[in-house]
């Protein structure tokens, strides 16, 4: 998934996401060591899905809500239109339920 400019960033998509996968804008995140962590430092080197200007999705953390919903819960909230399917990072049926898998058994992260 993906959230476009078209975002008026009302937070309704992080709330409802099941996996903590949408990030406000400006928010930097970094994984390390199978941990995920939120970092303020202005240093960093962004992410090509970051964004300082309206939220924006990890795709390490999205799951489009396979197993949990019949559609991603974040599209079905969007009053904006603002959550698309993202094609440029598509991934397989199968790889979204492995992704699934290994993030509920994270500990600490649902």
């Known amino acids: 998934m993906k959230i476009t400019k078209d975002c008026t960033n009302c937070g309704i998509c992080e709330i409802l996401c099941p996996y903590n996968a949408i990030y406000p804008a400006g928010t930097n995140w970094r994984k390390i060591h199978n941990k995920y962590f939120i970092f303020c430092d202005e240093s960093m080197i962004y992410d090509d899905f970051w ?12 799951t489009e809500c396979i197993g949990k919903y019949p559609s991603p819960i974040c599209n079905t909230a969007c009053t904006k239109f603002a959550m698309i399917t993202d094609k440029e990072h598509w991934e397989s049926e199968e790889h ?14 649902m």
Request: proline share 12%; charged share 25%; glycine share 4%.
């Open 96 to 109: 979204l339920f492995a992704k699934k898998e290994y993030l509920e058994t994270m500990p600490g992260l």
């Open 51 to 62: 964004s300082p200007d309206h939220y924006y999705v990890v795709p390490d953390k999205c």
